[in-house]
């Protein structure tokens, strides 16, 4: 099963503000980031060789950009203590452009961080003004053309879209900006909003609607479309690359059944048919660690079925689909004769293409592919 190269994700579990519409983990007491480093490190020995070798180590949050170059140096010492990193590693940072400057920037770039991604989410000062965004749309020019400066020569911009008020036209004008700075990767999020979350509470009080699902489907195709015709390639549901060779390394590996490693609050961890998840709490995760026990919150052993569905449910979100004769000797499952009937169906009307050995998803499938997980 784990002949895949596996990926480390560090999740760094603080932000200053918490925006309106955030549902991840993070806290924002940020003089806990001594004691939260501590313990981070002394996960790293708990694993230490487990997961050998990693060709992706990406540090999210939260916002991993609060940290100084010389806290996240010592994060990356200590990967490199406990684990080993192929000489080509890609190492993401995620970046909140508030938190930027030249000096930043080229320190990162110093210490080994080699492709960075940068939370624009819109160049609209009114869409981030309701995102509640700590920064504008001058500060978010700027870090991409810094980290350009810095001589950053992989980078993704995170946007959204479906916003509630937000336009066609805005949201196109939103695209055409991001793509004059011709970053190689670009994901475009679909705004959710949680019940839990303060965004989530006002829409359910009626003070505004985000939009219907014919319009989200409408924003997907034009967003599609429209990066495609700049040159992008539509590798997954959310994700654009500017060639296949900028695929997020890491991000692939959710998608494919590799094995990964996360380290931090709220982090999950997949390898061979086991899959678990770290506690979401800060003070859980540091008490945990501090009494010397993995801070591990769950965890689940998953079926060959399960397995087999996963698979299935993953590889129609990406562009490249799925190899039968890989899932044959993968999963031990020969899709065409177990999914016939239903395969044919979705085949017919449009939703999926099968052809050279591989099963694809249309733009169409695409565009539902969460409903394509039923199946
Ligand atoms: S900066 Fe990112 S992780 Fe932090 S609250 Fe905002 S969206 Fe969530």
Redesign the pocket.
Known sequence: MDSKTPGLYIHIPF?LS??PY?D?Y?STSISAMPDFLDALFREMEMYRHRFNPFDSVYIG???PSLLSPEQLEEILINVRKNFHLISNTEITLEI?PADLNHSFLESIRGIGINRINI?VQSFNEKTLGFLGRRHSVRQAVLAIEDAREAGFNNMGIDLIYGVPNQDMASWLETLKQAITFAPEHLSCYQLTLESNTPLGRRCQAGEFSVPREERQYEFFMKTSQFLEDAGYIHYEVSNFARGMEHCSRHNQKYWDHSPYLGLGPSAHSFQSNQRWWNHRSLDQYLATIKAGDFPIQGKETLTMEQLQLEALYLGLRTRNGICLQDFKSRYDSDLLSGKKKILEKLEEEGFISIRDGRLYPTPFGLAIADSLSLI
């Open positions: 932000c918490k925006c955030c991840f993070s949050g939260g916002t909140n939370g």
